[in-house]
C-alpha cells in the first residue's frame, strides 16, 4: 500500500480520466488514486472500473449518486481516505489543468520539507502562470485570491488552487461535515482552516493548463459562493486578540 493517495473528482470525464489515472501512475512515485465520480452520464465510471483489474491495488473507485459539488465530492474521498491510513491525500483534477508531473514536488514538499499543506500556486513571484485561459478568466481567478487574502488575512497567494498536497493530520484536525461550500469557497475554506490551527501552509510554483478535452464545470454560482463564503469564513474565524 502506498503512503500517499491521489483524489480525482469526476463528472463526465470520460475523454480524460483513462489518460490522467495512466499518468499518474506513471510517476517515479507510487501513487495511489481514488476517483470520486457523481454518477457521469458518460459512464466514466465505467472506464475507471476497467483500470481497476489492470491495476487492482492502485486505482480505487467510489460512485456517489448524484452530482451535489466538488466540495462535497472530495470530503467523501477524504474521508475515504483517513479511515485506510493514508499518510498524505491529494487533490487533482482529471483534465490535465494540473500537470501529473507535479506531483512529486507537492509531496516532497511535505515529506521532506515540513510542510502540512503543499499547494500548487499559479500566482507566486508576481507571475501568473496560466495558460489558455482568456483575459476574463484570468483576472477573475486572481483578483479572487487577492480578494480572499485582504478578506481573510491569510499568506497564501492561490488561495483557490485545486493542486494540493495534505499530510492527513491536517484533514483529522478539520471538522469535513462542518465545510458545506462547493466550488472555489471549498479550496478556500480548508486552506482558511489548515491557516487558523496554524499548520504549516507552503506554495510551490506550477503551470495550470486549460483543458484541452471535455466541458468545463465552471457557473456563476461557484462564482458567487466564493465571494460571499469568504465574508462568512472570516466572521466565524476572526483571529483572536
Known amino acids: 500500500m502506498s503512503d500517499t493517495l491521489v483524489i480525482i473528482p469526476t463528472y463526465n470525464e470520460r475523454e480524460n480520466i483513462e489518460l490522467i489515472i ?15 465520480d457523481d454518477n457521469s452520464p458518460d459512464k466514466t465510471s465505467d472506464i475507471v472500473k476497467s483500470l481497476i483489474l489492470e491495476f487492482p491495488n492502485r486505482v480505487h473507485l467510489e460512485v456517489r449518486k448524484e ?12 474521508k475515504w481516505a483517513l479511515k485506510r491510513d493514508y499518510k498524505y491525500i491529494m487533490e487533482m483534477d482529471a483534465d490535465f489543468s494540473h500537470n501529473p508531473n507535479d506531483l512529486i514536488r507537492l509531496y516532497d514538499q511535505c515529506a521532506f520539507n515540513d510542510a502540512d499543506v503543499a499547494i500548487g500556486s499559479r500566482y507566486l513571484k508576481g507571475e501568473i502562470n496560466v495558460a489558455n ?32 498536497c495534505y499530510k492527513s493530520k491536517v484533514l483529522e484536525a478539520i471538522a469535513l461535515d462542518e465545510i458545506h461550500s462547493i466550488g472555489y469557497a471549498f479550496q478556500i475554506e480548508l486552506k482558511f482552516k489548515a491557516w487558523k490551527r496554524k499548520f504549516n501552509i507552503k506554495e510551490v510554483s506550477i503551470i495550470f493548463t486549460d483543458r484541452v478535452r471535455g466541458k468545463s464545470k465552471m457557473n456563476g454560482s461557484i462564482i458567487s459562493e466564493a465571494i460571499f463564503g469568504v465574508l462568512k469564513m472570516r466572521i466565524k474565524g476572526l483571529p483572536n486578540k
Open 67 to 78: 452530482k451535489n459539488g466538488l466540495g462535497v465530492a472530495y470530503i467523501h474521498g477524504f
Open 22 to 36: 495512466r499518468a499518474v501512475l506513471s510517476q517515479k512515485k507510487d501513487f495511489e488514486i481514488l476517483v470520486v
Open 133 to 164: 485561459w482568456d483575459i476574463k478568466r484570468i483576472l477573475l481567478s486572481y483578483l479572487a485570491s487577492q480578494y480572499v487574502k485582504i478578506i481573510t488575512g491569510i499568506p497564501v497567494k492561490d488561495t483557490t488552487a485545486g493542486f494540493v
